[in-house]
Protein backbone atom coordinates (compact mmCIF):
# COMPACT_ATOMS: atom_id res chain seq x y z
CA UNK A 1 0.00 0.00 0.00
CA UNK A 2 1.05 3.34 -0.92
CA UNK A 3 2.46 5.82 1.66
CA UNK A 4 2.78 9.38 1.88
CA UNK A 5 3.88 11.19 5.55
CA UNK A 6 3.99 14.50 5.79
CA UNK A 7 6.25 16.37 8.57
CA UNK A 8 7.41 19.53 9.28
CA UNK A 9 4.28 21.43 10.18
CA UNK A 10 3.47 23.77 12.86
CA UNK A 11 2.88 27.36 14.41
CA UNK A 12 5.33 30.34 13.02
CA UNK A 13 5.49 33.67 13.16
CA UNK A 14 4.47 35.79 10.27
CA UNK A 15 7.65 36.46 7.70
CA UNK A 16 9.07 33.12 9.36
CA UNK A 17 9.99 30.21 7.67
CA UNK A 18 9.22 26.45 7.44
CA UNK A 19 10.12 23.24 5.69
CA UNK A 20 7.66 20.24 5.03
CA UNK A 21 9.10 16.94 3.92
CA UNK A 22 6.85 14.22 2.20
CA UNK A 23 8.71 10.53 2.49
CA UNK A 24 6.95 8.25 -0.30
CA UNK A 25 6.93 4.03 0.03
CA UNK A 26 5.94 1.63 -2.18
CA UNK A 27 5.54 3.74 -5.25
CA UNK A 28 8.47 4.41 -8.00
CA UNK A 29 9.00 7.55 -6.93
CA UNK A 30 10.57 8.79 -9.49
CA UNK A 31 8.52 8.33 -11.69
CA UNK A 32 5.85 10.52 -10.53
CA UNK A 33 4.90 14.16 -10.36
CA UNK A 34 4.63 15.11 -6.62
CA UNK A 35 3.30 18.09 -5.13
CA UNK A 36 1.44 19.80 -2.57
CA UNK A 37 -1.80 21.20 -1.75
CA UNK A 38 -2.87 22.99 0.81
CA UNK A 39 -6.79 23.09 2.02
CA UNK A 40 -7.78 26.10 4.95
CA UNK A 41 -10.95 26.05 6.84
CA UNK A 42 -14.28 26.58 5.20
CA UNK A 43 -12.28 26.60 1.83
CA UNK A 44 -11.75 23.87 -1.10
CA UNK A 45 -8.18 22.48 -1.26
CA UNK A 46 -5.55 24.34 -3.74
CA UNK A 47 -2.80 23.71 -5.26
CA UNK A 48 0.36 24.78 -4.26
CA UNK A 49 3.28 23.42 -5.95
CA UNK A 50 4.04 20.46 -8.61
CA UNK A 51 7.60 18.71 -9.56
CA UNK A 52 7.38 16.30 -11.90
CA UNK A 53 9.73 13.37 -13.53
CA UNK A 54 12.08 15.80 -14.92
CA UNK A 55 11.97 19.07 -11.60
CA UNK A 56 9.75 20.89 -13.82
CA UNK A 57 7.94 22.93 -11.26
CA UNK A 58 4.50 24.68 -11.27
CA UNK A 59 3.64 26.97 -8.24
CA UNK A 60 0.34 28.72 -7.64
CA UNK A 61 0.73 32.45 -8.12
CA UNK A 62 0.23 33.12 -3.96
CA UNK A 63 3.13 31.40 -3.20
CA UNK A 64 5.52 32.27 -6.29
CA UNK A 65 8.64 33.57 -5.15
CA UNK A 66 8.45 32.40 -1.47
CA UNK A 67 7.82 29.06 -1.62
CA UNK A 68 10.22 26.16 -3.74
CA UNK A 69 9.54 22.73 -4.48
CA UNK A 70 11.92 19.86 -4.89
CA UNK A 71 12.60 16.14 -5.09
CA UNK A 72 15.02 13.79 -3.97
CA UNK A 73 14.46 11.01 -5.65
CA UNK A 74 17.19 9.11 -3.45
CA UNK A 75 15.51 9.49 -0.46
CA UNK A 76 11.75 9.32 -1.49
CA UNK A 77 11.09 12.56 -0.31
CA UNK A 78 9.30 15.62 -1.83
CA UNK A 79 10.55 18.86 0.01
CA UNK A 80 8.47 22.20 0.21
CA UNK A 81 10.49 25.22 1.61
CA UNK A 82 8.17 28.12 2.47
CA UNK A 83 9.40 31.73 3.24
CA UNK A 84 7.98 34.92 3.92
CA UNK A 85 4.70 33.15 5.32
CA UNK A 86 1.47 34.77 5.91
CA UNK A 87 -1.10 34.40 7.46
CA UNK A 88 -3.53 33.11 4.32
CA UNK A 89 -1.13 30.56 4.34
CA UNK A 90 -2.59 28.58 7.19
CA UNK A 91 -3.87 25.54 5.89
CA UNK A 92 -3.43 21.71 6.45
CA UNK A 93 -0.93 20.94 3.63
CA UNK A 94 -0.91 18.06 1.79
CA UNK A 95 1.26 15.72 0.12
CA UNK A 96 0.28 13.76 -3.03
CA UNK A 97 1.85 11.39 -5.57
CA UNK A 98 0.01 11.08 -9.05
CA UNK A 99 0.78 9.31 -12.05
CA UNK A 100 -1.95 7.31 -13.77
CA UNK A 101 -3.64 7.39 -10.57
CA UNK A 102 -3.36 10.16 -7.37
CA UNK A 103 -2.13 9.12 -3.55
CA UNK A 104 -2.50 11.73 -0.72
CA UNK A 105 -1.35 12.00 2.52
CA UNK A 106 -2.77 12.53 5.78
CA UNK A 107 -1.70 16.04 6.16
CA UNK A 108 0.12 18.57 8.55
CA UNK A 109 -0.97 21.51 9.98
CA UNK A 110 0.57 24.86 9.09
CA UNK A 111 -0.51 27.60 11.40
CA UNK A 112 1.10 31.57 10.38
CA UNK A 113 0.16 33.77 13.22
CA UNK A 114 1.90 36.45 15.89
Known amino acids: QVQLVESGGGLVQPGGSLRLSCAAS????????MGWYRQAPGKERELVAL???????TYADSVKGRFTISRDNAENTVYLQMNSLKPEDTAVYYC????????WGQGTQVTVSS
Open 51 to 57: VNSYSST
Open 96 to 103: TARLLVAY
Open 26 to 33: RISFSAYT
